[in-house]
């Protein structure tokens, strides 16, 4: 289970999609802050230089899904080295 969750759907024009999306590139492309703007409030992530990506596409009857996924992790990466360290000692 998460510790949070921000979920928004909304229907939109496929340009308005291609442009959300060109926003998202722009702001990963840029400085790696990215902000979500939803109806009641925004997210603001800070995304960094490396993420692990999944692209997904799932036929099921007349629908068509297709899920654009980007995760990484927000542990402080000298905790994360060292947890590593310790697990190739063992």
Not at 10 to 35: C, F, H, P, Y
């Amino acid at each position: 289970m998460s510790d949070v969750k921000v979920e928004h759907k909304v229907v939109m024009t496929r340009a308005e999609v291609a442009q959300w999306i060109a926003d998202l590139g722009k702001a990963l492309n840029g400085d790696g802050t990215v902000s979500l703007r939803l109806p009641d409030s925004t997210v603001e992530l800070k995304v960094p230089d490396h993420v692990r990506f999944e692209a997904e596409v799932e036929l099921d009857g007349d629908e068509v899904e297709l899920e654009l996924e980007l995760k990484w992790s927000t542990a402080r990466k000298s905790t994360a080295a060292a947890r590593t360290k310790i697990a190739a000692a063992e």
